[in-house]
């Protein structure tokens, strides 16, 4: 059973913090992506990774970086949050795509900037 | 045009009812197309692919239109526990990047 795992379920921080949020996947799959999801807007891609030290920007990675150490962890970077940030984020990972393989998703944290 | 569009609903239904949403997408060059769903507070999971000629999971039936640029997802008789929001997801490109549409919320009652 896969599992996909987020550090917090819940955060709060205020403007102006540097914020890591962890995601670490049990299933040694390649693939991992970081969404954010607003109402109203749905899920948003903002960064992904194909690869341990490889990372490809979404739709909107603007605000945030990512790193990948190691193949089953993912972190998501808020170097300076604003409230804008304020959010669900959902991490999730998949095999490489022979074809486009499922995604699995973390829990999400609810991140709220004040 | 947003990339993916589905109704927001909510769809009220009866339970035994049969309900049926539809998702359209811009991208002619799409490649493949799916249906998750997403319980209240949760993360969400795939439900069912979309294929050309159809798809067909107990009372859930997911049907493509290429021409139409729609994917349609059919649910016979509705139980309480179908009750969720459900997103339709296009692929484009090279495969493993997927866009959701922002889904459709479906409520079951008695």
């Known amino acids: 059973d896969v599992k996909v795992t987020q550090s917090s379920r819940y955060l709060v921080k205020r403007t102006g913090e540097k914020v890591f949020l962890e995601c670490v996947q049990d299933m040694d799959h390649e693939n991992m992506f970081w969404y954010r999801q607003d109402p109203g807007l749905g899920l948003r891609l903002i960064y992904f990774?194909?690869?341990?030290?490889?990372?490809e920007k979404g739709d909107i990675p603007e605000g945030y970086s990512v790193s990948r150490e190691k193949k089953e962890r993912f972190s998501l970077i808020l170097e300076s949050a604003s409230t804008n940030q304020t959010s669900m984020y959902l991490c999730?990972?998949?095999?490489?795509?022979?074809?486009?393989?499922?995604?699995?998703f973390g829990p999400g944290t609810r991140l709220t900037v004040l | 045009r947003k990339e993916v569009e589905q109704d927001p609903g909510p769809f009220n239904v009866p339970e035994g009812a049969t309900v049926a949403f539809n998702c359209t997408y811009s991208n002619s060059a799409s490649q493949s197309f799916f249906w998750y769903r997403q319980d209240c507070r949760k993360e969400p999971k795939l439900l069912m692919s979309?294929?050309?000629s159809g798809n067909e999971d107990g009372r859930f039936t997911a049907q493509l239109n290429r021409a139409s640029q729609y994917i349609s997802l059919l649910i016979r008789d509705s139980k309480l526990s179908d009750s969720a929001t459900y997103l339709c997801?296009?692929?484009?490109?090279?495969?493993?990047?997927?866009?959701f549409g922002t889904g459709t919320q479906l409520k079951v009652e008695l």
């Open positions: 999730a990972s998949s095999l490489p795509s022979s074809p486009y393989n499922e995604q699995f």
């Open positions: 990774s194909y690869d341990v030290k490889m990372k």
């Open positions: 997801v296009v692929v484009t490109g090279g495969g493993n990047k997927l866009t």
């Open positions: 979309v294929y050309s």
